[in-house]
Nanobody, 119 residues
């Protein structure tokens, strides 16, 4: 299983970025997919998640600014980030997870992509 994240970079406050995470070696459509982030000195936190066949959920801090979407045909999850703020600066990680009948939670992480928002 491989998760390849891309789209990070440096942007000014108020700007936009679109992150992508392409998965391979996995039945993408059955997984809950999401984005997490980790700022320097802080714990990793959930940004947005979209279950298989379900509706997205967002952290309060990004509601109304970020949009998560998935394309099961392309095995890809996206995170459109608008109205970026300096506090959005972090390494962003994509995540796939599902609960197995036997074996419990199965989860995969991408390598992380750095988003830096300048003020």
């Amino acid at each position: 299983v491989q998760l390849q994240a891309s789209g990070g970079g440096l942007v000014q406050a108020g700007g936009s970025l679109r992150l992508s995470c392409a998965a391979s070696g996995i039945i993408f459509s059955i997984y809950t997919v999401g984005w997490y982030r980790q700022a320097p000195g802080k714990q990793r936190e959930l940004v947005a998640v979209i279950p298989s066949g379900g509706s997205p959920n967002y952290a309060d801090s990004v509601k109304g600014r970020f949009t998560i979407s998935r394309d099961n045909a392309k095995n890809t999850v996206y995170l459109q980030m608008n109205s970026l703020k300096p506090e959005d600066t972090a390494v962003y990680y994509c995540n796939l997870k599902r609960i197995q009948v036997i074996g419990g939670m199965l989860t995969y992480w991408g390598q992380g992509t750095l988003v830096t928002v300048s003020s």
